[in-house]
């Protein structure tokens, strides 16, 4: 096990483009590290450089404090789970899992090749597929023998390349929790890519979202919904997305396309002397106005909108309401959109209303949200302004604790499981 | 997908229909090469009476065809091999290159020999012949095993080809993370699922080079280099009044059988579907 460490890592394509530009990251000896971005963005050729699968233009690679930008894969001891499995078809699941140790040479001997390969079958409850071969398994069932065989071999570390995206969703479900599982109890260094948020909120300790190349924040996942640094990070995560509205300021007001927002020491401070802004709102900020408590009523703003499509989804209720942007800041938004793989579609407002609501397609609705909750970005650095860089530091040194705990429960109940069974 | 009875018996009709399309000519010639010479005629399927005459005559001490048969079955089995081991090795480097790497004139290479494999064959031989006896390749081995390469060489690289593009290339990468050398990779992940297709062309290649009859008789003369398909048509008679046919259709069951061992040989190998599973199903 070992820490990586990227030290300002390149990777330029023969066209000069830079694939990935100066990115720096520290990945601790155990963490569980989430890259992701939108399609193109670079995470895929940042894994397969850590992996050695690509050269590295410039910048520095080390794992476990080691240089090994000129190392070949085999002597990086780097364990690789892939999209499309990567399994050898021609190998039962026994020899699939065993491929790695077999490679060694000499430094197992068989009885400790079988016992490797039956516990790692054990732990991915792979015991009865043992002696079939790939094509006759289940997509699940692969997935599992491409972890077995790289948890065999006690890597310095696992590498994850969108390792769910073949598999449907109940199963991914699953999957997500059984790979979370493992990497607490084996506290092995992990780097998994994906894009979807879903699996980059709830396995990393930590997440790195990446765009065009470029490393854009490193935080814990209630960091990065809490506290995005800019507008893209805030746009990425969270589902649905979040509102983007134009606002404008006019004397002690900001103007929303729907509501006025009277500004308070935290808006002002952060909007300053800019005239336009971008004001982006979750959308389970919203409430329906009806239900809010009344205590909790004075403290938010009100406004009435008119929803033109609402989706129930039993645990909650989306609702749309179209509304027209501000020329000024539509352009912007626009290409932001393009870049986190939307349409560019009519721009609306998404609101995530308790299921509850009786507000249906067509109906005049009055809102409710909460300024406190609102997030500000200048429209044209895209950066926050309502960041609260030591609220978020708080966030994640919680986070860390949080995990810290959870390794340790981890080890002490696989211990416990291992002396039941022996 | 369950048949209903009906479906079966529409099944059963067809399969025996081709069967019998496949098999009657086959089963024509064996029982002709059992015949007498005077049974030839006779009308009949099935010989009167079974005789392994015709086969000593072309393979028996003293047969009288046996000097022209066993000379063209050795000639007909090295230069079949020789002209199929080098198509094989040659495809299995351009098939590589073209299914793996983005090269200038790739389209060029595989359009050139798509172009080559649709010449008639026999617009080519008179020329060949002419310039086979003024460089003095007319009657040898290499005089035959060269234009049979233009025949097996694009049929061997475009199934090759489209065999190599199938396969998931990402296997060599997840061996190397594992731990393996490049060529370690190469062998133990890429070696054993390119295998089938390299045999399977192999063994087309090799039918086309044993098949062959136009290049065999124009380019040959004695039985320096002749092949069997060739030599059988200067099979005779015991007298000029007699047909030769039983010898031809003994002669015909022999050399059908080295294909039908390879075939049943390779047969696994041949099989494939061994790739399917290592990516997404």
Redesign the interface.
């Known amino acids: 096990m070992a820490s990586i460490t990227l030290n300002h890592i390149v990777k330029k394509y023969g066209d000069g483009f830079p694939a990935v530009n100066d990115v720096s990251l520290d990945i601790a000896d155990g963490e569980f590290v989430i890259l992701v971005g939108p399609s193109g963005c670079g995470k895929s050729t940042l894994l397969r450089m850590i ?3 690509e050269d590295i233009t410039s910048g520095d690679l080390e794992i476990g404090g080691k240089r090994v930008n000129d190392l ?3 002597h990086r001891d ?3 789970v ?1 999209q ?7 190998l039962t699941v026994y020899e699939n899992i065993a ?2 140790l077999r ?2 040479k000499g430094q197992y001997t068989d009885t400790e090749i079988d016992s490797r390969v039956r516990n790692a079958s054990t732990l991915l409850e792979l015991d009865e597929h043992l002696e079939r ?5 289940s ?1 699940g069932q ?1 997935q599992r023998v491409a972890m077995g ?1 790289a948890i065999v ?1 006690q890597a310095q570390a696992f590498l994850f390349d969108e390792p769910l995206s ?1 598999l449907d969703a109940k199963l991914r479900g699953q999957m997500r929790t059984e790979i979370a599982r493992l990497q607490r109890r084996l506290a092995t260094t992990t780097v998994y890519v994906t894009h979807d948020q879903t699996e980059a909120m709830t396995l990393g300790d930590r997440v790195a979202v990446l765009r065009r190349g470029v490393l854009q924040q490193v935080a814990s996942p209630r960091a990065l919904y809490d506290q995005p640094v800019n507008l893209f990070v805030a746009g990425f995560i969270g589902s649905p997305p979040m509102n983007f509205l134009p606002g404008r300021v006019e004397g002690t007001d900001l103007v929303l396309p729907f509501v006025r927002v009277p500004l308070d020491a935290r808006l002002r401070a952060a909007i300053g002397d800019r005239e336009l802004v971008i004001v982006g709102i979750r959308p389970d900020a919203f409430e329906d106005a009806d239900v809010v408590a009344q205590d909790k009523r004075g403290s938010g703003v009100t406004f009435d909108a008119d929803v033109d499509v609402t989706e129930w989804l039993g645990s909650e209720l989306y609702a749309y309401v179209p509304f027209e942007t501000d020329p000024a800041v539509q352009q912007q938004l626009e290409e932001l959109d393009r870049e986190l793989d939307g349409e560019g579609m009519r721009t609306q407002l998404v609101v995530a209303l308790d299921s509850l609501s009786t507000i249906r397609d067509g109906d005049a609705a009055t809102l409710w949200f909460d300024p406190a909750s609102v997030h500000v970005f200048d429209p044209e650095s895209q950066d926050s302004l309502t960041r609260d860089d030591e609220k978020a530091a708080a966030i994640d040194a919680e986070a860390a604790q949080a995990r810290q705990r959870a390794t340790a429960r981890a080890k002490e109940r696989a211990a416990r499981e291992d002396a039941k069974a022996s | 997908m369950a048949l209903t009875g009906r479906q079966k018996m529409w099944w059963a009709v067809i399969t025996v229909l081709v069967l019998v399309y496949a098999l009657f000519p086959v089963f024509s010639i064996l029982a002709t090469s059992f015949k007498l010479p005077g049974d030839l005629t006779s009308g009949r399927f099935l010989p009167t009476t079974w005789t392994w005459e015709n086969y000593t005559q072309i393979l028996g001490p003293d047969g009288s065809a046996r000097d022209l048969f066993l000379p063209a079955l050795r000639n007909s089995i090295g230069i079949s091999l020789i002209a199929t081991l080098i198509a094989v090795v040659l495809a299995t480097v351009a098939a590589y290159a073209i299914a793996r790497l983005d090269f200038p004139g790739k389209r060029l290479v595989l359009t050139t020999a798509l172009g080559v494999s649709i010449f008639p064959v026999i617009s080519i031989v008179t020329p060949l012949f002419n310039i086979w006896r003024s460089i003095g390749l007319y009657d040898t081995w290499a005089g035959l095993i060269i234009p049979y390469l233009s025949l097996t060489l694009p049929i061997s690289m475009w199934t090759l080809a489209a065999f190599f593009r199938q396969i ?1 290339w ?2 060599e ?9 490049p060529m ?1 990779a190469f062998r ?2 890429i070696v ?2 390119a295998a089938p297709g390299v045999f399977t062309t192999a063994l087309i290649a090799f039918f086309i080079a044993w098949n062959d009859f136009v290049y065999g008789i124009s380019l040959t003369s004695t039985s320096a280099a002749r092949p069997v398909p060739a030599a059988l048509a200067f099979f005779t008679g015991e007298s000029y009044f007699e047909d030769p046919t039983g010898a031809i259709s003994a002669a015909a069951v022999v050399v059908t059988i080295p294909v039908i061992v390879l075939v049943l040989l390779f047969q696994r190998q041949i099989v494939a ?9």
Do not use: C, I, S, W
Not at chain 1, 133 to 137: D, E, I, T, V, Y
């Open positions: 992996v050695g699968l070949a894969p085999r780097l364990a690789m892939f499309n499995y990567a399994l050898y078809p021609h491929f790695p490679l060694t071969k790939p094509a006759n398994l997509g692969r065989r071999r073949n | 998931p990402e296997l990468q997840a061996a190397q993370v594992d731990g393996a050398t370690q133990k992940a054993p699922l579907g061994l790739t399917q599973g290592a990516v997404k199903g």
